[in-house]
């Protein structure tokens, strides 16, 4: 199957706070119809998303946006990233 015709879906980010002291971003995705909050540690690369209810399904995705444009994101900021999945 060409990646042209696999699943996808929009997830949308807001970035909620920010500490470069403590090096954590926190937000919320929304994603079709879940939404999860998340605290990402980049010192530690250690990603908490919550609730529990579909967490398998962002987690993965969510790491690889936040491990490439983490220190780009600011607070009160949207963003969006695509999840080769159907939601």
């Known amino acids: 199957m060409s990646s042209k015709h696999l699943p996808k879906t929009t ?9 470069w002291q403590e ?3 926190e937000g ?6 879940f939404v999860w909050q998340f605290q990402w540690n980049f ?3 250690q ?4 609730p529990s209810r579909g967490r398998a399904l962002i987690q993965e995705p969510l790491g690889r946006f936040l491990e490439k444009y983490d220190y780009q994101l600011e607070p009160g900021s949207d963003y969006s990233f695509i999840i080769r999945a159907e939601l």
Do not use: N, P
């Open 47 to 50: 990603l908490v998303i919550a």
């Open 43 to 45: 010192k530690r690369r």
């Open 23 to 25: 090096g954590i971003l």
């Open 11 to 19: 997830a949308f980010l807001r970035i909620t706070q920010q500490s």
């Open 28 to 33: 919320e995705i929304i994603a079709s119809d």
